[in-house]
């Protein structure tokens, strides 16, 4: 078999090895325009901030790919015929391939607004922009950042790490308004505030002005204040990378559409990660998923699919996790933003504001847990997917509480106030705490 | 890959940073001055001055830069800095380090007239206080001693800054300023000024080789009940306690809790330990080294014993002659100056790594006969290498977070620190039961590829 995968990020990788275990004979093919060997994007924030070397963030070695027989191909693929079979590469080759995945990823989405190809605004999603970005914030003063999401606040601790003033302009009237719940976002923006950086939110961008050698000089809100700034950065979500589809009979929509193997509508074609759209994704669950992790399990899954093992992909229970400032965030199972019907929610907040954490259940007996919001302190994940998928009883979780504590040794533990807290909170639900960490980790489970 | 970024300016520091940084010049400028002075008491006038500066200097610093910034991860820039990103700084100090081993090891010996060498002045400066804790004046040790020791407190107080958000590395931090100061200074110290043998509690055979040495053996007992004493716990400490804490706890009990070299690299070169190579190529090199090193010195030793019970006759000097250059090339040059000289250049941990026959020891029952393992968080590693970065042991900790495997290496000295700067929780160090303890994550299939090893 001639397997050809393009797109050398996390799910093209994540296939390419999981191939290689279950056929060793494989013939594996992986084609990548952005760089010759995989990296973690998820740290590009930290190579801006010095934390780490470009080199750092590679996750398998340089001899990786040769030892196990991965080939690397450092190029564009500009065209794909479906029925050679065939792949047309940048660099004046072709490529045949016998099974192929399409594993090619995002890029930022931009909403036309007027001036957003001035020089000093962009989006961050790949190396070429992680190189503008540390050209263009080289020596500035102040810069701007657009979006109250995940990106948002990486790239405000980023200009904050170099000592440039930050402001961020948020759509919704707190941050992150889709996914957290109000407490939580009131934590965050503490974040924002101890870091001195400043957010407005209810604040939409309306237009960027340039100078005129095509430089960002200024934005415009749509309050109409205009905000002097040397750079602005676009953090307003990403959308399938369509690009190589786009050039065959690969049906797409928002992103490439795939069965629940993961197959396209041409045979011996898959697509996976950020670029697959499922038609019929599972209730409750998005079409596209944009994640890390969801790429790595669809590149996993897509692999066994490939090998002739048809594996439909199922995600299991849904978790994140993500760093704000210094406060972390772990979340699994449903963990919505808002008040939602049949579904009760528990919060306590430790008096510091550097810690929080959220247990959802079923308003009606025997009130199964349904999902954790944690800020400030770790959860086992292994325990909060089992109790999740048992629909765990809350009194029965409360009681075990200390088993889903992940956070290290000497650390404060909190299970005894969270209780007491619950059991104020639901007095028809008295809660005994039976399970402490106690002062070493020991893994029983 | 590797995109060429230009080093950014770096955020300047704040006038009260740079007054700081100047106290800490001024110290150093005041150590040449008492290096270079004829006159014993201006000598001693400069040496405290220098002390008094570089304490002050780095202590402001530290709550400047850390103690005044909100409770977190800080490595703002690390990789850009000269200091700490092998640039031309980091050069110039671990130049500095490196020749002040070298007139300490070789040149500054007493010459039988009380005269140290290049490095006289400031042994004599120290002489008072040294009648005071030892009655008896000072010597090149003596010097060493203090300044280590004063090392270890000084960036140690910057690590409990720096770290305080995590209460394991304040009471780890707390721990190995408790056993450098009381049982490595002060308590040896003591010791003489009672008229006791020199020993120190907190250092084991084989690491402190020459502890179960026949010389040093004998000469102990000879000194009575102390002495004996003191045999009995370095037996007991290196065959019993070692072992069985080692089981409980892993290694870290010693090597990021109580041992004065893990101390001064878990304080003086916490900015460092980011340098230590992760490469699999590193990792072969370090099995090369350190193991034949523990077997070098174990047949030192039995070769000694065995000259020693049959008189010294059969085997000739062989166990002496091996002595002296074992002690020659690893413990003075692979410990002390390639061990702290290179600091800058090449990680805080060089010789715990690849050269400690102490850790070696540990290292083998912490893999075969240890609860210890750090533990993954199901699937939430992102791969993103901050823990790589900074395990001073060079351990390419991400390549077991993302197949979500336990950690499970000789070589982790448990310093926590990965667990520390995950971003997303991944890491956990723990002490569970035997079994399961190299069990993955069911939560991303651990793949087979050979990627270690
Ligand atoms: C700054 C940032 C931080 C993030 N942090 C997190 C996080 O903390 N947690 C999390 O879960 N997710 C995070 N994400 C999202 C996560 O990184 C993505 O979901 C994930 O990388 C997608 O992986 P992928 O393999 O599907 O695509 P990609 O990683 O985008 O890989 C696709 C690759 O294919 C290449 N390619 C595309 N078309 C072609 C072609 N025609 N020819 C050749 N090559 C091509 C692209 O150049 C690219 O290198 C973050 C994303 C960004 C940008
Ligand atoms: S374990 Fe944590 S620090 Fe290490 S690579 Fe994974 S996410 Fe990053």
Redesign the pocket.
């Known amino acids: 078999m001639r397997l050809v995968i393009i797109g050398n990020g996390i799910t093209g990788v994540t296939c390419a090895v999981a191939v290689r275990r279950l056929n060793p004979e494989a013939r594996i093919t992986l084609v990548s325009a952005e760089s010759a060997h995989h990296y973690?994007r998820?740290?590009l924030m930290y190579v801006y901030m010095g934390h780490l070397r470009p080199q750092d963030i590679k996750p398998y070695e340089d001899w990786f790919w040769a030892e196990n027989r991965l080939e690397l191909v450092h190029a564009s693929a500009t065209l794909l015929n479906t029925e050679e079979q065939l792949l047309v590469l940048d660099n004046g080759t072709t490529l045949a391939y016998d099974q192929l995945l399409l594993a090619t990823g995002s890029a930022s989405k931009l909403y036309g607004w007027p001036g957003q190809h001035l020089a000093g605004v962009q989006g961050l999603y790949n190396l070429p922009d992680l190189q503008a970005m540390t050209r263009d914030t080289h020596g500035i003063s102040r810069g701007v950042v657009v979006g109250g999401g995940l990106i948002g606040v990486e790239l405000a601790e980023m200009l904050h790490s170099r000592g440039i003033e930050t402001l961020v302009l948020v759509r919704e009237a707190r941050y992150w308004a889709g996914v957290l719940p109000p407490e939580e976002a009131q934590l965050v923006d503490r974040q924002f505030q101890e870091n001195h950086v400043t957010v407005r939110y209810r604040t939409e961008l309306r237009e960027i002005l340039g100078d005129t050698q095509g430089r960002v000089r200024a934005v415009v809100t749509t309050a109409g204040e205009e905000i002097a700034c040397q750079w602005v950065g676009l953090a307003t979500g990403v959308a399938p990378n369509l690009g190589l589809a786009l050039t065959s009979n690969v049906e797409t929509d928002r992103g490439i559409l795939v069965d629940e193997y993961l197959r396209t509508n041409v045979p011996n074609v898959f697509a996976a990660g950020d670029c697959a759209q499922f038609r019929r994704p599972a209730s409750g669950e998005v079409p596209i998923e944009q994640l890390w992790y969801t790429g790595r399990m669809q590149g996993e899954t897509v692999a066994h699919t490939i090998c002739g093992h048809p594996t439909p992909y199922r995600r299991g229970v849904w978790f994140n996790s993500a760093k704000f400032f210094n406060l972390e965030y772990q979340t699994y199972g449903q963990a919505p933003a808002g008040p939602t019907p049949g579904l009760t929610s528990f919060y306590w907040e430790h008096p510091s504001a550097r810690g929080a954490l959220r247990i959802y259940f079923r308003s009606e007996a025997p009130h199964a847990v349904v999902g954790f919001n944690a800020m400030g302190l770790r959860l086992r994940q292994a325990v909060c997917e089992h109790w999740i998928q048992q629909a765990t009883a809350v009194a029965t979780v409360m009681a075990q509480l200390g088993k889903a504590n992940f956070d290290p040794e000497f650390f404060p533990q909190h299970e005894n106030t969270i209780v007491k807290a619950f059991n104020q909170q639901f007095p028809q639900q008295p809660v005994v705490l039976k399970h402490r960490k106690g002062l070493f980790n020991f893994t029983k489970r | 890959m590797t995109p060429t970024l230009a080093t950014p300016p770096l955020p300047t520091s704040s006038p009260a940073e740079k007054l700081s940084l100047a106290a800490v010049a001024a110290g150093v400028l005041a150590l040449v001055l008492a290096l270079a002075d004829a006159d014993a008491a201006r000598q001693q006038t400069w040496l405290y001055l220098a002390l008094g500066l570089v304490s002050a200097g780095t202590l402001a610093w530290s709550w400047l830069k850390f103690g005044q910034k909100p409770a977190g991860v800080h490595q703002n820039n690390l990789w850009l800095r000269a200091s700490t990103g092998r640039g031309a700084v980091a050069w110039v100090t671990g130049l500095v380090l490196t020749g002040f081993y070298v007139v300490l090891y070789w040149y500054s010996g007493d010459d039988g007239r009380g005269n140290f060498g290049p490095l006289n002045n400031l042994v004599h400066g120290l002489d008072d206080f040294s009648q005071w804790l030892r009655a008896r004046p000072a010597d090149q040790w003596f010097l060493y001693g203090t300044f280590y020791t004063l090392a270890i407190l000084l960036m140690g107080t910057r690590a409990l800054w720096k770290y305080r958000h995590s209460r394991y590395q304040l009471i780890r931090t707390g721990s190995v300023m408790f056993f450098q100061l009381g049982f490595a200074f002060i308590i040896p110290g003591l010791l003489q000024f009672f008229q006791q043998p020199e020993f120190y509690f907190t250092y084991f055979w084989p690491l402190k080789y020459e502890y179960l040495f026949p010389g040093t053996v004998t000469g102990l007992v000879h000194n009575g009940g102390v002495g004996m004493f003191m045999v009995f716990w370095g037996a007991v400490m290196s065959f019993l306690a070692t072992p069985v804490l080692t089981y409980f706890y892993g290694k870290r009990w010693y090597c990021s809790w109580v041992c004065g070299c893990g101390g001064l690299a878990e304080t003086a070169g916490d900015p460092y330990r980011q340098l230590s190579d992760k490469s699999r190529a590193a990792w072969r090199w370090e099995v090369r080294l350190i193991y034949p090193i523990l077997g070098l010195i174990i047949a030192i030793t039995v070769l000694l014993w065995a000259n020693f019970a049959l008189n010294s006759t059969l085997l000739g000097e062989a166990g002496n002659v091996g002595a002296k250059w074992y002690g020659f090339a690893i413990g003075a040059v692979f410990s002390g100056v390639i061990g702290v000289g290179f600091y800058p250049i090449l990680g805080s941990r060089v010789w715990c790594r690849f050269g400690c026959p102490m850790a070696a020891y540990l290292g083998l029952l912490q893999k075969h006969f240890s609860r210890f393992r750090i533990s993954?968080n199901g699937g939430?590693?992102?791969?993103?290498?901050?823990?790589?970065n900074v395990c001073e042991m060079g351990i390419d900790?991400?390549q077991y977070?993302?197949r979500g495997a336990p950690i499970v290496r000789a070589s982790c000295v448990g310093c926590g620190l990965?667990s520390t700067?995950?971003?997303?929780?991944?890491?956990n160090l723990e002490n569970g039961p035997r079994e399961g303890r190299y069990q993955s994550s069911q939560l991303i299939h651990a793949d087979s590829l050979r990627i270690l090893s």
């Open positions: 973690s998820t740290a | 993954t939430q590693c992102i791969s993103c290498g901050n823990c790589s900790v991400k977070a993302q990965c700067a995950c971003p997303r929780g991944v890491l």
